[in-house]
């Protein structure tokens, strides 16, 4: 399974909504994770299973989408939002990720 | 709470040998399924192995770009997943991560990484 994300790097301003889109090579349901990482720091788990959110993270944050199209959704930037994001497939192995979008401020 | 603590990394030369550790602590270690992932400096992030539990007889997985040269394993008297890295090239040079299978297809909790430099 590759996972191919768009855009590569995006500008945005505080206040802004965001979509990343995470496209599979073929269907794969609903077993794609969202991972936020910041420079110098590990990966943190935003949302699994597609759509659900990791227990403490900011309801800005939603996912959606199943088979081969998924989304991963800012709805109002914060500061503390520009980051790199991933998504991830785990379902079976090899475990894949998306090649990242940077996301910057305007 | 959850914590993963990865060592061992540094300069190793190409074709040489080097062994990283995570200790884990605040959650039911032998019942976890853990992971190392990698990021080269400036990519991305690349799973390299997978190692599940006593019930599933400790079995493993590999990326293709490591297996036959690295090997995943686990100590849970010690609460540690360990990663022997041979053959060495320099396309190894990351940092590399160790990382929670939180069940619910993804990896819930991870290390604050250790780098590994391959080089002459």
């Known amino acids: 399974i590759q996972l191919t994300q768009s855009p590569s790097s995006l500008s945005a301003s505080v206040g802004d909504r965001v979509t990343i889109t995470c496209r599979a090579s073929?269907?794969?349901?609903?077993?794609l994770a969202w991972y936020q990482q910041k420079p110098g720091k590990a990966p943190k788990l935003l949302i699994y299973?597609?759509?659900t959110l990791q227990s403490g993270v900011p309801s800005r944050f939603s996912g959606s989408g199943s088979g081969t199209d998924f989304t991963l959704t800012i709805s109002s930037l914060q500061p503390e939002d520009f980051a790199t994001y991933y998504c991830?497939?785990?379902?079976?192995?090899?475990?894949?990720f998306g090649q990242g979008t940077r996301l910057e401020i305007k | 709470e959850v914590q993963l603590v990865e060592s061992g990394g540094g300069l190793v030369q190409p074709g040489g040998s080097l062994r990283l550790s995570c200790a884990a602590s605040?959650?039911?270690?032998?019942?976890?399924?853990i992971d190392w992932v990698r990021q080269a400096p400036g990519k991305g992030l690349e799973w390299v192995a997978h190692i599940r539990d006593k019930v599933y007889s400790y079995s493993t997985e590999y990326a293709a770009s490591v297996k036959g040269r690295f090997t995943i394993s686990r100590d849970d008297s010690k609460n540690s997943v360990y990663l022997q890295m041979n053959s060495l090239k320099t396309e190894d040079t990351a940092v590399y991560y160790c990382?929670?299978?939180?069940?619910?297809?993804?990896?819930?909790?991870w290390g604050q990484g250790t780098l590994v430099t391959v080089s002459s």
């Open positions: 990382a929670r299978d939180g069940g619910k297809w993804s990896f819930d909790s």
């Open positions: 299973t597609a759509s």
């Open positions: 073929q269907g794969i349901s609903t077993y």
């Open positions: 991830q497939y785990f379902a079976s192995f090899p475990i894949t």
């Open positions: 605040g959650f039911a270690f032998s019942d976890s399924y």
